[in-house]
Every structure is written in C-alpha cells, then in structure tokens.
C-alpha cells in the first residue's frame, strides 16, 4: 500500500522502507532544485563559488535559523552530525586530568572522536550507563548527573539516541550541567525536522544536526550551532583559506566542495512543510503517531512489553528483541535483516546492546507496511 505522498520521493515502490533514520530520503521537487543549482554552479564554476555563493548561503542560513529558533549568527553549515562534533572537539584544549562525558546510548561514529582527542590528550572517557529498557526522563538525568565529576570538561549528549530511538532531556541536562560548569554538546543529528527546536532558548554552548535526515535536504546538508561566548577558538574540522577569518567565513569555505546540499535546505523546509496543512508541527506530530502505531503494533505481536514511555519517543522507535537462550541459538540480526530484505522490508537492526529493531516514519509509510514487517518478524522468530 502507499499513501497519498509516496510518489513525493524516489523511492523503490517494491520495497517498504522502514529506515528513514539512517540516512534521510530526499524528496524528488529537492532533488530537481538541486539539480538546477549544479547545472549553474557548472556553466559559470568562478562567478558561482567566489561570486553569488557567499549572498547564497547567508540566505540559507537565515532560513534555517528562523525555523531552528537560532540567531544565524551563530549558525555554520557542515557536511554532517559528525562533522560538527570533530569541529567542536578538536578544537578544544584538553589536558590530561579533564575527562570528556558520554553516554552508552551514544553514536558509535561520535564516541570516536571523544576517544581520538582523549587519547591525544591523555584525558579520560567517562561514560553514563543509560538504562534500556528506561523507565522515563528521570533516570536519564540520574545516570548521566552521576557520572559526573569536578573534572569533567564537556559532555557529549544525543538528543535523539540513534540505537535506542529516546529522546533524551536536553533542557534538563544542559540546565543541570551548566550549573556545574560543564558545557554540554548535543548530537542533534535526528532532532531537526522530528521535534520542535529553540536552539537560543536551550542554551547548550555546542549542538549539531542533520539536515539530510527528517528534514529531507539533500545527503550531506548539516548544521552546527555554536553559542556566542564558545565561537572564539572554534575551528572547522578543515583547515583552509577561511584560517582565522571568523567563525562563518572559516566553515563557508573549506576547500572547493559542492555547496548545493546547504543551498537546498529551504526547499527542503518548504516543500515538505507544505504537503499539510499545518505545516511542519503537523508533519512532526503525524510522523510521531505513526511511529507510536508502529511500535504497539509491532510489541502487541511479538507479546513484548514497551521499553520506554511514550513522551520518550519521537518519529522512530527501537524495540528490544528476544536474543536466545540455552534453548536457541542468539539472535542473528546480520541475518535477520537480509531476510527481511529479501521479503521487501527494509529495517534497521543492530544487535548492541541487545538485539534491537528501530522502525522509523516519514509521510511516506503507512501502518500496513509494519503489520507486513510485524508478520515477518513473528514468522522468523519462530523458525518460520
């Protein structure tokens, strides 16, 4: 089945893809402007990157803070999540009695860049044991305020966990952290697009998100918002002709790149905040039901008990699966998933810290494509 905005996107009708999460999908009305962007870029190469770019992307960036609820003067653009965390965390000072915070819930690709600059720096690495299945916010803030210690110098907090689908309090811990000194820097990378964001009213001194995720950009568009008072000493995490010139100029340009990515985000905010009528909180709130639909339905049929409470939860959900015992052999979820994908079902599957199952929702699926993979996993689970 599909519904009314399948044919939005390019992607393939035969299979339901369950993933949004991972890697975004980019609608086709995007696609087509960016495609227009790059025939410019290439019939006038010099007048597009030294000329009309710099206009361009202040532009894109005004844009994109009105709805991030920043000031874009404390905006810069980057390649990805992961970027912006490298930019933030190589550009500290670190000395070897600081200890860098994180959480077990954390991104692996992100816990390291915390390890490299630790271990450069012969600082520690302190991680909060997280707790999943979690019983609510509470004991996400007791876990992390109890790794805490008088030489912790920054925390590296995930605002949407990318294994465990939770949204964690930000606003708590960042007040919380604040308050012992602590500058907190948020892996926003699934927040932009899934929940409603005032990145000046939060206050954290780092945070970085992804545009290519729920917002729909084009692959590689990302954002890192840095406070007024952290911008000085701020480098990008390539150094080149923008060296030392602020804080803007230095990530605007870092070598001869394709900018169109960047350039797209206000279609992406347009086109899809405008396929409902009330605009992108509706969109949010109908991906955010049809994710809470899909795990019900997926828990009621394997008889599992939700993991988390439903305020933890945003467009997507993970769900822990039965990992074997003395009577099965553990839980493959390498196999699993081929066997899902040879039925025409793509879902995420990881097997740390249990076996777990992420579904995802965008305008683009629909509660029968779970019930199919519903069926699937009860079938596979039982040695169908």
């Not at 009105?66 to 404390?74: I, K, N, P, T, V």
């Not at 926003?188 to 939060?202: C, I, K």
């Amino acid at each position: 089945m599909v519904t009314k905005f399948t044919a939005l996107w390019a992607l393939d009708p035969a299979v339901a893809y369950l993933n949004h999460a991972s890697f975004g999908a980019c609608p086709r009305a995007v696609l087509d402007a960016q495609s227009a962007l790059r025939l410019e870029m290439e019939r006038e190469p010099v007048d597009f990157l030294s000329g009309s770019l710099p206009g361009r992307l202040e532009a894109a960036r005004a844009e994109l803070a009105r709805f991030l609820g920043a000031d874009a003067a404390d905006l810069v653009f980057v390649a990805n999540a992961t970027s912006g965390v490298n930019a933030v965390l190589r550009s500290l000072a670190l000395r070897a009695e600081d200890e860098l915070l994180v959480t077990s819930h954390g991104y692996a690709a992100c816990r390291k860049v915390v390890e490299f600059v630790a271990q450069r720096a012969g600082a520690r690495v302190v991680t909060a044991q997280l707790p999943f299945p979690c019983p609510g916010a509470h004991s996400i803030v007791e876990a992390v305020l109890g790794a805490v210690s008088a030489r912790t110098r920054i925390a590296l907090i995930d605002h949407v966990t990318s294994p465990t689908a939770l949204i964690l309090p930000v606003e708590r811990l960042v007040r919380e952290l604040g308050a012992r000194g602590i500058d907190v820097l948020i892996d926003g990378a699934h927040a932009p697009g899934m929940l409603p964001l005032r990145l000046s009213e939060l206050g954290a001194a780092y945070y970085t998100g992804n545009a290519h995720k729920w917002l729909c950009a084009p692959k590689g568009a990302a954002f890192l918002h840095v406070r007024r008072d952290r911008q000085a000493g701020l480098h990008a995490h390539v150094i080149s002709h923008g060296f030392e010139a602020g804080f803007q100029a230095e990530f605007d340009w870092i070598g001869t790149i394709d900018p169109t990515p960047w350039l797209c985000i206000p279609e992406a905010l347009r086109h899809l905040g405008g396929q409902l009528a009330g605009g992108w909180p509706q969109l949010m709130a109908a991906n955010r039901r049809l994710a809470l639909g899909a795990r019900d339905l997926v828990l009621a049929r394997l008889g599992i008990a939700a993991p988390a409470p439903d305020e933890l939860i945003g467009a997507m959900a993970s769900i822990p699966l039965p990992a074997g015992g003395s009577a099965a052999p553990p839980l493959d979820t390498r196999l699993l998933h081929d066997r899902l994908r040879a039925r025409g079902v793509e879902a995420w599957l990881h097997p740390h810290p249990v076996p777990l199952l992420r579904v995802s929702a965008q305008l683009y699926n629909d509660l029968d494509q779970y019930e199919r993979l519903a069926a699937l996993l009860e079938q596979a689970l039982r040695g169908a």
